[in-house]
T-cell receptor, first 113, second 111 residues
Framework: NAGVMQNPRHLVRRRGQEARLRCSPMKGHSHVYWYRQLPEEGLKFMVYLQKENIIDESGMPKERFSAEFPKEGPSILRIQQVVRGDSAAYFC???????????FGQGTRLTVV | KQEVTQIPAALSVPEGENLVLNCSFTDSAIYNLQWFRQDPGKGLTSLLLIQSSQREQTSGRLNASLDKSSGRSTLYIAASQPGDSATYLCAVRYSNYQLIWGAGTKLIIKP
């Protein structure tokens, strides 16, 4: 049973480009969480999704950021018109339900140049 | 506001020493608390998870304790080794699904 898979592991984008981060949850997990870790800081919650639904996006910046978890395929975190301040590690976690321990992926490190 | 604080921010000790990392949280109504390890540029490895009804959990040389009333958890590492060098993160879960994270303690074990 493969763990939570995130790709790419490293992503470099120029300012103004779009970044797409993918997360494939563990088999049997229908709940996905995205967290962001800025340099030298702890992780901050961004969004919680179930299949085809956004449950809580209270941690998402109001502009340029969006997330989806379609019926088929991975969850996608999309950042439009990236800025240098978006440079961070983005972690995805999955769980079978909202009350069970979530398992984390290896993260995607986004660098905006 | 629910906050998690980890002290110290960094710690350097000689190999072989026993050490304690601290985590404090402002709201004691937790669901569980989890300790993670993060190696530079790498992902997160879950070390120990303590449910709110538990006082401690042990795994090998690691022991984590939980005192909800005082809002504290400690991670005890016995007989430290250079391979233990990493950043250790404490994350607290409340009644919802979010984890509230500390900023971590960067641990260096000197050979």
């Amino acid at each position: 049973n493969a763990g939570v898979m995130q790709n790419p592991r490293h992503l470099v984008r120029r300012r103004g480009q779009e970044a797409r981060l993918r997360c494939s949850p563990m088999k049997g997990h229908s709940h996905v969480y995205w967290y962001r870790q800025l340099p030298e800081e702890g992780l901050k919650f961004m969004v919680y999704l179930q299949k085809e639904n956004i449950i809580d996006e209270s941690g998402m910046p109001k502009e340029r950021f969006s997330a989806e978890f379609p019926k088929e395929g991975p969850s996608i975190l999309r950042i439009q018109q990236v800025v240098r301040g978006d440079s961070a590690a983005y972690f995805c976690a999955s769980s079978p339900d909202s009350h069970t321990e979530a398992f984390f992926g290896q993260g995607t490190r986004l660098t905006v140049v | 506001k629910q906050e998690v604080t980890q002290i110290p921010a960094a710690l350097s000790v000689p190999e072989g020493e026993n050490l304690v990392l601290n985590c404090s949280f402002t709201d004691s109504a937790i669901y569980n608390l989890q300790w993670f390890r993060q190696d530079p540029g790498k992902g997160l490895t879950s070390l120990l998870l303590i449910q709110s009804s538990q006082r401690e959990q042990t795994s090998g040389r690691l022991n984590a304790s939980l005192d909800k009333s005082s809002g504290r958890s400690t991670l005890y590492i016995a007989a430290s080794q250079p391979g233990d060098s990493a950043t250790y993160l404490c994350a607290v879960r409340y009644s919802n699904y979010q984890l509230i994270w500390g900023a971590g303690t960067k641990l260096i074990i000197k050979p």
